[in-house]
């Protein structure tokens, strides 16, 4: 008896729905970074083990939109959590009950939807009735399936979040074949691998005003080499300085260590040619987020 669960990883920026989507799948098909918003847009990942699939949809963290590709983020939130069998939470160990959470809370009981509670970043509490105390301040607001405190960067408890998804999983055939890793396309992939890396190296400078263009992405018939031309878009001219840095070093070190990742990712040589060009003020520009594939 195969079974399947469709399930939404939601929570506020930067509580690490990326990071635990990468390790629960046992690989990495979602950026990660220190940035919040990191994600834009839904990405899913899918895990079938036996019997059962698990169909993940890692979404934007849910935040005060300041614009109107801030906007499209808290909306594709909205959609994933009316439209799955249960949500996976989540939080942060330490810190307050912040107001995004509380919306989402809001939500999950509007919609009577199955939630497990995950509530990452353990190591880096030193005292452990500060987790006891986080458990009991969430408990009191919903009443979830499941409450796993788990670190997602080093995998621990990651295998008792799985076990009780599996338990919200029903009798039903898989609705994608069972080596499947993700929906999503080898150009969103290959766009959001250098996303990453802008979003690494540039650290507080120009996080959010780039956007990343696959314009070409084909095998060369004669060699086992994939030639991808990518464009940085960015929202002014002095940011475009800044990525393609003095005598280009910073647009080089971009290009290196993306490079690096598709080969890894593609298992193939990959020859990457990438230009930066101006797009003011595209994350308010419909057409453009359109164009970009982030509605």
Same mark, same amino acid.
């Given at each position: 008896m195969t079974k399947t669960a469709f399930i939404a990883i939601v929570g506020?920026?930067? =509580?690490?729905k990326s990071s635990l989507?990468? &390790?629960?799948?046992?690989t990495k098909i979602a950026i990660v970074s220190s940035k919040p918003q990191t994600t834009r847009t839904k990405i899913m990942g899918v895990l079938t083990e036996g019997e059962t699939q698990l169909v993940f949809t890692d979404t934007p963290g849910y935040h005060k939109p300041h614009n109107k590709l801030g906007e499209k983020m808290n909306q594709a939130v909205g959609d994933s959590?009316?439209?799955?069998?249960?949500c996976l939470f989540? =939080?942060?160990?330490?810190?307050?009950?912040? &107001?995004?959470e509380y919306e989402l809370l809001e939500k999950f009981k509007k919609l009577k939807v199955p939630v497990v509670l995950a509530i990452n970043k353990i190591d880096m509490l030193s005292d452990k009735e500060e987790l006891l105390q986080r458990i009991v301040e969430f408990d009191r607001l919903f009443d979830f399936e499941a409450v796993v405190p788990v670190c997602a960067s080093s995998g621990e408890n990651v295998g008792d979040i799985l076990d009780e998804l599996k338990k919200l999983a029903f009798e039903s055939p898989h609705f994608f074949p069972d080596d499947?890793?993700?929906?999503?396309p080898e150009r969103v992939?290959?766009?959001e691998i250098i996303r990453e890396k802008i979003l690494r190296l540039m650290d507080k400078e120009i996080p959010h005003g780039i956007a990343v263009s696959i314009e070409k992405m084909r095998e060369r018939e004669d060699k086992n080499l994939l030639d991808v031309e990518a464009i940085i878009y960015?929202?002014?001219?002095?940011?475009k300085g800044m990525v393609i840095g003095k005598k280009g070093a910073m647009l080089k070190k971009i290009s290196t260590y993306a490079r690096q990742d598709l080969e890894s990712f593609f298992g193939i040589k990959v020859n990457l040619q990438t230009w930066v060009k101006v797009k003011e003020d595209w994350r308010n520009r419909e057409g453009l987020i359109h164009n970009f594939g982030l509605d």
């Amino acid at each position: 008896m195969t079974k399947t669960a469709f399930i939404a990883i939601v929570g506020c920026p930067n =509580v690490g729905k990326s990071s635990l989507l990468n &390790k629960m799948l046992g690989t990495k098909i979602a950026i990660v970074s220190s940035k919040p918003q990191t994600t834009r847009t839904k990405i899913m990942g899918v895990l079938t083990e036996g019997e059962t699939q698990l169909v993940f949809t890692d979404t934007p963290g849910y935040h005060k939109p300041h614009n109107k590709l801030g906007e499209k983020m808290n909306q594709a939130v909205g959609d994933s959590i009316g439209g799955v069998d249960a949500c996976l939470f989540v =939080v942060e160990a330490k810190g307050e009950v912040k &107001k995004g959470e509380y919306e989402l809370l809001e939500k999950f009981k509007k919609l009577k939807v199955p939630v497990v509670l995950a509530i990452n970043k353990i190591d880096m509490l030193s005292d452990k009735e500060e987790l006891l105390q986080r458990i009991v301040e969430f408990d009191r607001l919903f009443d979830f399936e499941a409450v796993v405190p788990v670190c997602a960067s080093s995998g621990e408890n990651v295998g008792d979040i799985l076990d009780e998804l599996k338990k919200l999983a029903f009798e039903s055939p898989h609705f994608f074949p069972d080596d499947t890793l993700t929906d999503q396309p080898e150009r969103v992939l290959a766009a959001e691998i250098i996303r990453e890396k802008i979003l690494r190296l540039m650290d507080k400078e120009i996080p959010h005003g780039i956007a990343v263009s696959i314009e070409k992405m084909r095998e060369r018939e004669d060699k086992n080499l994939l030639d991808v031309e990518a464009i940085i878009y960015c929202e002014r001219d002095s940011h475009k300085g800044m990525v393609i840095g003095k005598k280009g070093a910073m647009l080089k070190k971009i290009s290196t260590y993306a490079r690096q990742d598709l080969e890894s990712f593609f298992g193939i040589k990959v020859n990457l040619q990438t230009w930066v060009k101006v797009k003011e003020d595209w994350r308010n520009r419909e057409g453009l987020i359109h164009n970009f594939g982030l509605d």
